[in-house]
């Protein structure tokens, strides 16, 4: 378990912030599980127009110039993968494509945006 200190930026996450002699502490701020907080076509969705195509969703790649509707989000399983430039993942993944931001800032928006100061 990784444990990070309440510096500053705050960085706070609503499924895994706990208290420790009075400072809030990020527990395990574990990718898969961070993941799994999310959701993808949401997130997806404010990014790029989806379509239903059985039980999936298509959509245009933001990742590379796509001209088919290459990139595919299973909702069920909350991934992505696109078969013209082989990007795959989860929701984290894709926020730290689409904002070409690393894992780290990715955590600190959503944290931001979840305890809004
Ligand atoms: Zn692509």
């Not at 509707?69 to 926020?95: R, Y």
Request: glycine letters at 6%.
């Amino acid at each position: 378990m990784t444990i990070w200190a309440n510096t500053s930026p705050a960085i706070y996450f609503s499924t895994s912030v706990a208290l420790k002699n009075g400072i809030r502490y990020v527990c395990d701020p574990d990718f898969h599980m961070m993941n799994s907080s999310m959701n993808l076509v949401d997130i997806a969705s404010k990014y790029i127009l989806l379509q239903p195509s059985r039980k999936a969703l298509k959509g245009k790649c933001p990742f590379h110039k796509d001209e088919t509707t290459s990139l595919l989000i299973i909702p069920q399983s909350n991934v992505f993968k696109c078969f013209g430039c082989g990007a795959e993942g989860g929701p984290m993944e894709f926020l730290m494509r689409i904002e070409n931001k690393n894992r780290t800032k990715v955590i600190a928006d959503i944290a931001e945006k979840t305890f809004p100061k």
